[in-house]
T-cell receptor, first 115, second 112 residues
C-alpha cells in the first residue's frame, strides 16, 4: 500500500545541535514530497517540497531536506536547532497515481528543542 | 492578501446540536479539504472536493456533511450523529496536483 511513514513520535534535541526528522515513503511512481510544520493551535505551514531536480531541497526557516530515491526517504534537517523550532512536523506525499491529487500525510513527529 | 480563513477559531456547543464550521478561500483553488486532528495526533481526512457541486467522503466521513456551492466556500457541518465531535478541525485548499496545500488556522470545537 502507498504510504508515508514518520518512524519517530518525538525527537528531542538541545538548542544549537543538528536536528533531523525522518520520513520514508512508499509510492508506485515518482513522488511529490512535502514537509509542513504545525505550531500549537495553528494550521500547518509549508516548509519545503521536492518534485524533481536537485536531491537537496532548501526551505523556510533554515530547514532543508534530502531526497533519497534508493532509500525512499525524505528526511528534514536543520544544522542548528532553535527553541522556536519546537513544533509538530508532518511529511506528506502525493501518490501520483491518485487522480484526485490528495496528499498522504505521515503521523507527525513532535520536535522538542531544549535550551 | 490571498489566503484561507476558518471561522470561528473556538466553538462551543451542547451535545446533540448540529454545528457548522466555515472555510473560505480567495486563492482561486479548485480543491478543498477538511481534516480532523485529535490531541497529539495526525490528520484524518473527513471530506474533500475537487470542483464545485461535487465532493467525496474521506476516511472518517460518518457524522459529518459538507457542501460546495461556490468555489470559495466549503462549510463543514458536524451533526449530532458524530459520537466524539470535540477536536481541532483544519480546512485546506490546493490548486492542482503537485502544488501542495494551503491550510487555514483551524477551528477548535468543544462539545459539552
Amino acid at each position: 500500500a502507498q504510504s508515508v511513514a514518520q518512524p519517530e513520535d518525538q525527537v528531542n534535541v538541545a538548542e544549537g545541535n543538528p536536528l533531523t526528522v525522518k520520513c520514508t515513503y512508499s509510492v508506485s511512481g515518482n513522488p511529490y514530497l512535502f514537509w509542513y510544520v504545525q505550531y500549537p493551535n495553528r494550521g500547518l505551514q509549508f516548509l519545503l517540497k521536492y518534485i524533481t531536480g536537485d536531491n537537496l531541497v532548501k526551505g523556510s526557516y533554515g530547514f532543508e531536506a534530502e531526497f533519497n530515491k534508493s532509500q525512499t526517504s525524505f528526511h528534514l534537517k536543520k544544522p542548528s536547532a532553535l527553541v522556536s523550532d519546537s513544533a509538530l512536523y508532518f511529511c506528506a506525499a502525493y501518490m501520483t497515481t491518485d487522480s484526485w491529487g490528495k496528499l498522504q500525510f505521515g503521523a507527525g513527529t513532535q520536535v522538542v528543542v531544549t535550551p | 492578501d490571498g489566503g484561507i480563513t476558518q471561522s470561528p477559531k473556538y466553538l462551543f456547543r451542547k451535545e446533540g446540536q448540529n454545528v457548522t464550521l466555515s472555510c473560505e478561500q480567495n486563492l482561486n483553488h479548485d480543491a478543498m479539504y477538511w481534516y480532523r486532528q485529535d490531541p497529539g495526533q495526525g490528520l484524518r481526512l473527513i471530506y474533500y472536493s475537487q470542483i464545485v457541486n461535487d465532493f467525496q467522503k474521506g476516511d472518517i466521513a460518518e457524522g459529518y456533511s459538507v457542501s460546495r456551492e461556490k468555489k470559495e466556500s466549503f462549510p463543514l457541518t458536524v451533526t449530532s450523529a458524530q459520537k466524539n465531535p470535540t477536536a481541532f478541525y483544519l480546512c485546506a485548499s490546493s490548486p492542482t496536483t503537485g502544488n501542495g496545500y494551503t491550510f487555514g488556522s483551524g477551528t477548535r470545537l468543544t462539545v459539552v
